[in-house]
């Protein structure tokens, strides 16, 4: 069934006005007719199946039938911060991360991303993440859009930090230090509803300035297997791993 | 570290005969020098950090300084059987999938497969993701380059899972039925080296009678999370998921 997210303001108690790209679909993509049924999902995370009642040029009205009870987002906000990487290896990272229940993106100025935003040029790109985003979003049957936060550099991203339960950073020299964090240590000592903060290097990885910085404001070093991953491969395998974690294993959680 | 996969017959005792586009690599874009370290792999998996002797025209000559004790391969050998997808998707499984450990690849010529594949076209194509492999298995440090297996229909998929310790199916269905059976209950009982088979449908997903038939040849049915994955993103998360479960929570089992 198709799934479409409309704004709280498009919600009158049960009738819901669809209208723009929403409606377009409806009416000349799936050319839909009254009676046929799709899920609304309000932004705030609640979903219903509704009936579609009437279909104007550019706008349809809805009414809800039934209300949703599950839940597709994980237990856990998951925010990635990813390291600028070149390309549009930021696409892959904001489609496939959301697919994989990330809660918001933020993209992360670090000192040796390769790529440089400039304001012009992040606003172009904002509008078609945002696309990106809520497309994943509804093809894989979420409750709510994640955000894109606007870019930040070291400094910010550590002011950022503080307003999180848990922050990492995806670092593969870990595993070879004495000050081992296992990525699992992490996640089994995380409750529902935590805010997690998981910040990626771009291709060159974190500087060692970058690293220090992170580990002296708290951000925790873990590493994510024992495999080299690419920058745009980071986030995918912590998402995985931590709905893995939490939403396979199940409530009891597994002491290492 | 700059790393090589070199065949068996090129390695004598502790020296190493590099050719081809390898020594192209490291005369020509690297442009190493005798005293110059690589890292070089055997391809049964074994490495050496290995010294640069000796660089001609074509080739280059090295010698074997100290073996690498370190396993970057999975504990069990999981082979992908991806359903033909649209595009080029199937190179981002490839490339992925290789980096997050995965034994062997199968592109199954799925019912739904919207893409066909024909004799001709195969060699060309394996050409290319035999490249994409080997590349993606050096930069992520593995320690031997997954198999592209031949395309396979669903009957040939299911005599060659008669080779499995395990067999399993993405089915997002599976969750709302009463034989759920968990992904994580399927990990648990793994032993190390066993060959595990994971189906994965096209866009379309599978069919109702691809469905029955690989239950009927005890396929098992498991979801992948409770969120609607792509077709290119759910062997990343199995492969994720794997890895997770028996790298990073160690060898202690997760009851559930």
Redesign the interface.
């Known amino acids: 069934m198709q799934r479409y997210f409309i704004p709280k303001a498009n919600w009158q108690n049960n009738t819901i006005s669809i209208e723009g790209d929403d409606a377009h679909h409806i009416i000349r993509v799936m050319r839909m007719q009254a009676g046929d049924k799709i899920i609304c999902n309000k932004l705030d995370a609640s979903a219903a199946i509704c009936e579609i009642t009437e279909l104007n040029t550019d706008s349809v009205t809805a009414e809800v039938l039934e209300w949703l009870e599950?839940?597709?987002e994980l237990p856990v906000n998951v925010t990635i911060a990813q390291g600028l990487p070149k390309g549009d290896k930021i696409e892959?990272v904001l489609q496939?991360g959301t697919?994989?229940?990330a809660y918001a993106f933020i993209p992360f100025q670090a000192e040796r991303s390769v790529v440089k935003w400039d304001a012009r040029k992040t606003d172009k790109k904002l509008i078609r993440f945002s696309k990106i985003v809520k497309e994943a979003s509804e093809?894989?049957?979420?409750n709510r859009i994640p955000e894109i936060r606007q870019a930040m550099n070291l400094s910010q991203l550590i002011q950022e930090g503080q307003r999180y339960d848990i922050k990492l950073f995806a670092y593969e020299e870990e595993a070879k230090t004495n000050e081992f964090h296992?990525?699992?240590s992490v996640i089994n000592q995380v409750k529902n509803d935590d805010h997690i903060l998981i910040c990626i290097g771009p291709e060159g990885g974190f500087s060692q300035e970058e690293v220090t910085s992170l580990k002296q404001h708290d951000f925790i070093p873990v590493r994510l297997?024992?495999?080299?991953?690419?920058t745009e491969?980071a986030a995918?395998?912590a998402l995985?791993?931590i709905?893995?974690?939490l939403?396979?294993?199940?409530g009891?959680s597994?002491?290492?």
């Open positions: 599950s839940n597709t892959l496939k697919e994989l229940g093809q894989s049957h979420r296992s990525f699992s297997g024992p495999r080299i991953l690419r491969t995918l395998y995985s791993s709905s893995y974690h939403e396979e294993l199940g009891t597994c002491q290492q």
